[in-house]
């Protein structure tokens, strides 16, 4: 296995890493190469701080094949404070508990483990901050 092509991946796994703008600021997750508001093919790499809330979500009953041992599951569209929207698993809370516009932050879990080679590979969620207010 090509160990530097492993930890490149890592690192994309470990961090919301996304594209800014550099000519009006925009900040795009996933990163993209053409900026959506100018145009402009001038973005950098940009690592988002992973805060934000919850602009939507919905409680998964049924797992695709090899996700069973973890129903149910909450999957929500995160609305980063610096922008972009993410879609991703909501973890340490129960559905019925969570509510739209609550705080979360970005955690990396383990996503599935590989028994043979010892792979493992994980994965951004999000989990409930407490609210400011
Ligand atoms: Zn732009």
């Known amino acids: 296995m090509d160990l530097a092509r492993s930890w490149r991946l890592k690192d994309q796994r470990y961090r919301l890493e996304g594209t800014v703008c550099a000519n009006c600021g925009a900040k795009f997750f996933p990163p993209r190469q053409v900026c959506t508001e100018c145009k402009s093919q001038n973005l950098t790499p940009h690592e988002f701080d992973g805060h934000g809330e919850v602009y939507s979500f919905s409680t998964v009953y049924q797992a695709p094949l090899g996700h069973e ?3 149910p599951y909450i999957v929500g569209m995160i609305k980063l404070d610096e922008g972009p929207m993410v879609e991703a698993q ?11 516009g609550q705080r979360v932050e970005m955690v990396t879990r383990k996503l599935r483990e590989y028994g043979e080679n010892g792979l493992i590979v994980y994965a951004y969620k999000f989990r409930p901050l407490p609210n400011a207010n």
Do not use: E, F
């Open 90 to 100: 909501i973890t340490d809370v129960n559905p019925s508990d969570l509510k739209i």
């Open 69 to 71: 041992g973890n129903l």
